[in-house]
């Protein structure tokens, strides 16, 4: 006898968690399948920064739904504690050497933009900076001019201790939540409706279907159908990127928020949990975005963003920190017009999709949306604009 349950989210990267957290506490029958372990994917394995900052170039629509899913977590904090959540507070620190006008000039535009979108940010001097970072190294030579941003509201957090909370939560209000269960065959009636999930050997009879499952999300649309529409509504592009993870560091090298230095590259480092620094850089992204990288030239940039590191760190053991560093990629899903994708698929009644870019931040309130919608059978507003019909150019629907 197949098991019967609601609803079926697929995947359990963050925003798979996320749905099954929202579905279960509004008393859902869920059932949670992953194929490898929880968080194995991208969600695992990115910078976890939250933040809306670095959205200012983007609509304003968009700029807001960033904002208000940081105010998704702060609904998050009060109710489960950041230590429970792995979440931690800082914001989100920039600066620009006065002597670059092109570095004054976009860090000025952020500061203009956040001010008109009502986003909390101050703008600080190179004392105020040296308050909020001891460790930190903001003039190359005494008594340069710096001038800097500083975004309190943002965030950086511990993925999998969020993850694995999620889903012990949804897991305690009666959610099935599945490892190592991949999908074998999806199943729909007479109707055209989704009406079983078979995965991992078992059956799931169910009415709804959210796949939330990033990289793997074409995949499994066309195990779901042969509509080329359902494809055709939910292009991802699949965008790498290189990250440094190192040991811990001395406690007087250490630092709370998440840092964009006057740097070329884009570099940008934060704290990890464990006292090390998480390092990436734009530049070495695009680098592994056109070649293969193998574990020898993976190394090399490594050591390379570690000695850009190095320069605002003063109290960095480069040495050592090479010694103990990791160096990996992220492979993101990224929608073709870089905006989420969530809702209805076309071509197949009772199938939602939920996958976007900046999952971290993002997920919490997409997933409390979507989860309404699948409740009530009505578009939130918030996502009417990120529907995946809109790459079909067909009107909104809501199955």
């Given at each position: 006898?197949?098991?019967?349950v ?9 925003m ?52 208000e ?9 009060l ?46 001097n ?5 308050i ?62 989704v ?61 709370r ?18 006292g ?22 993976l ?101």
């Open positions: 006898m197949p098991e019967i609601d609803v079926v989210v697929v995947g359990s990267g963050i798979g968690v996320c749905l099954a957290y929202e579905l279960a506490r509004r008393t859902l029958r869920v059932a949670l399948l992953e194929a490898y372990a929880l968080g194995s994917g991208t969600t695992g394995s990115g910078f976890a920064w939250l933040n809306a900052t670095s959205k200012t170039e983007s609509s304003e629509p968009y700029f807001r739904l960033n904002a899913a940081l105010r998704r977590y702060e609904t998050l904090v109710e489960h504690k950041a230590e429970s959540l792995g979440i931690h507070s800082g914001g989100t620190l920039y600066w620009a050497r006065n002597s670059e006008a092109q570095q004054v000039a976009t860090l000025r535009r952020r500061a203009e933009r956040l001010q008109v979108l009502g986003y909390p940010y101050t703008t600080v190179a004392h105020e900076m040296e909020l970072e001891p460790s930190v190294r903001f003039r190359r030579v005494p008594n340069e001019d710096v001038e800097g941003l500083y975004a309190p509201a943002d965030k950086w957090v511990e993925p999998l201790r969020l993850i694995r909370f999620l889903a012990n939560y949804a897991r305690n209000h009666n959610a099935a939540i599945k490892e190592y269960c991949p999908i074998e065959s999806f199943h729909t009636d007479m109707q055209g409706r009406s079983m999930v078979r995965a991992g050997g078992v059956e799931y009879a169910t009415r709804s279907v959210v796949l939330a499952a990033g990289l793997q999300t074409s995949a499994l649309i066309r195990l779901l159908t042969s509509n080329p529409q359902s494809l055709q509504s939910v292009p991802i592009k699949q965008i790498p990127g290189v990250l440094v993870d190192t040991a811990p560091q001395s406690a007087e090298g250490q630092m928020r998440v840092l964009y230095p006057p740097d070329s590259g884009g570099l940008h480092f934060r704290p990890t949990a464990s090390g620094l998480l390092v990436g850089a734009d530049d070495t992204d695009a680098i592994a975005h056109g070649e293969s990288l193998d574990t020898k030239r190394s090399d940039i490594g050591k390379s963003l570690l000695v850009r590191v190095s320069d605002w760190l003063p109290q960095l053991s480069l040495l050592e920190t090479v010694k103990g560093m990791s160096t990996y990629l992220c492979m993101r899903p990224v929608p073709q017009d870089d905006h989420p994708i969530v809702g209805a698929l076309p071509g197949v009644k009772g199938v939602y999709v939920a996958v976007t870019h900046s999952g971290l931040t993002l997920a919490p309130l997409l997933a409390h949306l979507l989860a309404e919608e699948i409740m009530l059978k009505q578009i939130p507003p918030q996502l009417a604009d990120y529907r995946p019909d809109r790459f079909l150019q067909i009107p909104h629907t809501s199955k």
